[in-house]
C-alpha cells in the first residue's frame, strides 16, 4: 500500500507541478444531512426533509470521485452514523470506500461508540463541557465517554474555533492531551444571514499564536 501511494503521490506531484493539472486529492464527501443533534452552528438540523442518499447513489459517487483523482475521502454530515439504506451502514460505505481511496475518515459528533473502520475518526469537541453542550446540544460527556471507550488508534478532535470557545482553546487543548491522537481545528464560517458565532480575524491571530505555543511545548 505504501508503495503505491508514493508512487501515486510522487505522479500527482509530477502532473501538478510541471504540467499545470488541476486534480483534486482530498475530497469531503457530506453523506447525509440527518443529524441526532440540534448544534448551534449547523443548519442541517433545521431541514424539513433531510437528504438522505441510497447505496447505489453513494457508490456511484464514490466511484466518480476516484476517477477525478480523488485518493483521500472524508465521510462527513450531518451525523454519517445515521445513513442507513434497507440493511446497508456506514459501514458499509466504509467498507466500499476502502477499496478505492488510500485513506477513508469520518467526522462524528461522537455520541455513537466509535467502532468503524475507517482510518481516521474525527470527532468534534468544541469546548469544555459548559461550551461544548452550550454549542453542541449537550453531547459533551457522551463524546467522552465514547473517545475513551475506543479503541481505534486514530482518533482525533476537530475543533472550530467560534465566539462562544475561542477564549478556552488552550486549557480546551491541554484537557484532550492524552485522550486522543491529535487535534485538528477550523474557524467557524457563517452558513446563514446574522450570524453571531463568526470570530473577528483581529482575535484569530491571538488565538493561532496561543496554538503555536502549545505545539511547540
Known sequence: MKLSWYLYFFSYYLKCRFFQKRIPLLAGFKIT????????????????????????????TLVTLHQLGVRILILEGGEPFLWNDGEHTIHDVVEFAQSLFYSVGITTNGTFPLTIKAHTIWVSIDGLRETHN????????????????????????????????????????????????????????????????????????????????????
Open 33 to 60: 444531512s440527518r443529524c441526532n443533534l440540534s448544534c448551534a452552528h449547523c443548519p442541517f438540523w433545521k431541514l424539513t426533509h433531510p437528504a438522505m442518499l441510497s447505496f447505489n447513489q453513494v457508490k456511484n
Open 134 to 217: 452550550q454549542i453542541r446540544d449537550n453531547s459533551f460527556d457522551r463524546a467522552i465517554k465514547n473517545i475513551q471507550h475506543a479503541s481505534h488508534p486514530n482518533i482525533y478532535a476537530n475543533v472550530t474555533i467560534n465566539r462562544v470557545n475561542y477564549q478556552e482553546i488552550p486549557d480546551l487543548v491541554r484537557f484532550l492531551r492524552g485522550k486522543v491522537k491529535g487535534i485538528t481545528i477550523q474557524f467557524h464560517y457563517p452558513y446563514e444571514e446574522g450570524d453571531v458565532l463568526t470570530l473577528p480575524f483581529e482575535k484569530r491571530r491571538k488565538v493561532l499564536d496561543n496554538l503555536i505555543t502549545l505545539k511547540k511545548e
